[in-house]
């Protein structure tokens, strides 16, 4: 089995800041943030020898990019109050209601009514 290399190492940390800049956009605390958090756990594991324990890791900043490149969405106020424009990109994942409806059905089939007490009665 070969083992991680540095350069496996350098190309997941850049997929993630590369993908943390396309998903942030123009939100420079959340791109700096992310950036820093992304720097910090790289740092952690920097003297790793373990190289199940690497593979794992890098595996884990690869699954990272994507889950933000497919589900994160900024929304920007596109009037100073209610109203957002959403920043869709080519990689985020539209899907319908559909199974969430689903979800939440079977969720409340199952759900005990909650019992309240009106006017603060007991």
């Known amino acids: 089995m070969a ?9 997941a940390y850049r997929n993630l800041l590369k993908t943390q800049k396309q998903v942030f956009g123009n939100d420079l605390a959340a791109v700096e943030a992310a950036r820093k958090e992304t720097y910090a756990r790289f740092m952690q594991n920097k003297n790793e020898a373990n190289t199940d324990v690497l593979e794992e890791k890098l595996a884990l900043a690869n699954q990272v990019a994507t889950l933000l490149r497919r589900n994160v969405v900024q929304a920007e106020s596109a ?4 109203l957002y424009k959403l920043h869709i990109t ?3 994942e539209l899907g319908d209601n559909d199974s ?7 969720h409340r089939k199952n759900r005990k009514p909650k019992k309240t007490a009106c006017c603060g009665g007991h």
């Open 79 to 82: 009037d100073g109050g209610e």
């Open 90 to 92: 080519k990689d985020t």
């Open 3 to 11: 083992t991680p290399s540095k350069q496996a190492a350098i190309s």
């Open 100 to 106: 969430i409806k689903k979800a939440m059905g079977s």
